[in-house]
């Protein structure tokens, strides 16, 4: 008897292995929190308990040259996971396609989603309280899976319905786009920063 392991949904997780680079990263996000009042604004209208840069600056890496470093580091991290991928990309490489800011006060959570128009997303951990939650990823068969009965609580990441990651500041980690994810709630007392992108 043989059994194979198919279809494979893979999670890289890097480090950004810079300590002063991270801490400057802290400090822009929190002055973009308090100086982006259109962030600050979407973030109130749309329930988002904290801030995102998400639907009001598109150009961190060219406004700010703390995002511009973390760009690089983000495309060597990239280029590794696409090679894990095993991507046919015809020669050329994933480019950055959006990059935004994240500070989710105690309470606050990010339902599941995709990022569709994307290839690869990901996130750079940048503040994580203790009990500042983890995240969420679902098999993408679960809407297929109909009259399967449920996993076992001791089931391999591979087989398990959700696989969870709590990541560390510094911390890098990338997923292909498609796959459904979420952010648990925060059940720390401080701040969860995070800063989140995508390639195509």
Request: glycine share 8%; hydrophobic share 40%.
């Amino acid at each position: 008897m043989s059994v194979r392991r198919l279809f494979a949904s893979l999670l890289y997780e890097g480090q950004l292995d810079d300590a002063d680079l991270l801490a400057d990263i802290e400090q822009s996000c929190w002055a973009l929190a308090e100086d982006d009042r259109a962030g600050r604004r979407w973030s109130k209208e749309h329930g988002y308990r904290g801030y995102t840069s998400y639907a009001s600056l598109n150009d961190l890496p060219i406004r700010d040259p703390v995002f511009a470093d973390l760009k690089k580091k983000l495309d060597r991290h990239v280029a590794r996971f696409a090679e894990e991928c095993a991507f046919d990309l015809g020669g050329r490489k994933l480019k950055l396609d959006s990059l935004w800011v994240n500070v989710l006060k105690p309470g606050g959570h990010h339902s599941a989603h995709i990022h569709p128009h994307s290839v690869v997303s990901g996130t750079l951990y940048v503040a994580m309280p203790q009990g500042s939650g983890a995240l969420k990823l679902e098999d993408p068969r679960l809407p297929m899976l109909m009259a399967a009965p449920p996993r076992r609580p001791d089931a391999p990441d591979d087989l398990a319905t959700f696989a969870t990651a709590t990541p560390e500041p510094g911390t890098v980690l990338l997923w292909e786009s498609w796959l459904r994810h979420e952010v648990v709630p925060n059940g720390a007392k401080g701040e969860r920063i995070s800063v989140s992108f995508n390639y195509r």
